[in-house]
């Protein structure tokens, strides 16, 4: 298997075919990780509806989302980088653009490095320094602290919570060039939802991680009482949490039943996923999870 790994890493394409135009473009594009940056730029996107006082500037709001969309496309794609070796060994990452040849290491890494910079100094001088810097701390805390500490410690979620809860902020930057206790809420509410969200893809994939060695919590616990734990245990918390735009003055009464709603709709697929400890109920808890955010941001926005 580490032979394996090995040649998995190599400078050289592995025994691809010549490759069109078209896939070469693909592979980049599968570097980047569009579903995931594609949230990002949601997230950004309604931090900065919800920081902006009266009319929204659609031109800042299209300059921010373009540079999101590149800082965000950036951090995957070294973060693939960073963990080819790994994705070699995991049967659902094998055919990411790394472990199966279609790029090398090199080409990746100059990938990755050029959006990065590029799109930290778009920011800074596009939007302001305040969202510039905000995007280089979660650049630099995604990829250099949470990133390795998959290896060696289940609480890397914890830590790759902060840079996954910076979009909202980095939002609320762009539009008022500061952060209040107001723009706390919407990172707090993304903080928490990342535990159940993460801990579902942990236990679907759990035999995935444990092959190449990443300490996610159903791997070091197997039993699945502390996955469970937790799962409901950060399900709790974000209820209460997610009413805090409504009491602080960012949404209204729409937004603060909507969330109740919502919040209870978690909950239920989190219990469910924590009693059975089945894979199937975990994909349950992922879809719920996955439907739940950009829904209550929706609301956050439209009640603001």
């Known amino acids: 298997m580490e032979s394996l790994a090995g040649q998995m890493i190599t400078e050289e394409p592995l025994a691809v075919e010549k490759m069109s135009l078209a896939e070469i473009l693909r592979a980049y594009v599968d570097l980047t990780k569009p579903r995931i940056t594609f949230m990002v730029m949601l997230m950004t996107m309604a931090g900065f509806c919800l920081a902006s006082d009266g009319a929204i500037d659609w031109l800042k709001l299209l300059q921010l989302s373009f540079g999101v969309v590149l800082l965000s496309s950036g951090i995957s794609t070294l973060n693939q980088w960073m963990e080819r070796d790994l994705d070699a060994l995991m049967l659902r990452t094998q055919e990411r653009p790394l472990p199966s ?14 959006l990065t910079i590029f799109a930290t100094l778009y920011l800074a001088i596009l939007i302001n320094p305040l969202t510039a810097i905000l995007g280089a701390a979660t650049a630099l805390s995604y990829l250099f602290l949470y990133t390795p500490l998959k290896t060696r410690t289940p609480l890397s979620t914890a830590w790759g919570a ?10 609320w930057a762009a539009a008022r060039g500061n952060l209040s206790l107001a723009s706390l809420a919407p990172f707090a509410i993304m903080f928490l939802w990342q535990f159940p969200h993460f801990l579902a893809i942990a236990w679907m994939y759990r035999e995935d991680y444990e092959r190449a060695g990443i300490k996610m919590l159903p791997v070091v616990e ?3 009482k502390a ?3 937790q799962i409901v245990i950060f399900t709790l918390l974000l209820l209460p949490v997610s009413l805090l735009p409504t009491l602080l003055g960012t949404s209204g009464n729409v937004y603060f039943v909507g969330a109740i709603v919502l919040g209870l709709g978690f909950l239920y697929f989190s219990i469910r996923a924590a009693v059975s400890k089945t894979k199937w109920q975990a994909r349950y808890l992922l879809l719920a999870s996955v439907i739940y955010l950009p829904v209550l941001f929706a609301l956050m926005v439209f009640n603001r």
């Open 101 to 114: 040849g279609k790029l090398t290491a090199t080409q990746a890494l100059l990938f990755g490095t050029t």
């Open 162 to 171: 902060l840079p996954g809860a910076m979009p909202p902020l980095v939002g």
């Open 222 to 224: 197997p039993n699945g």
């Open 227 to 229: 996955t469970s734990r």
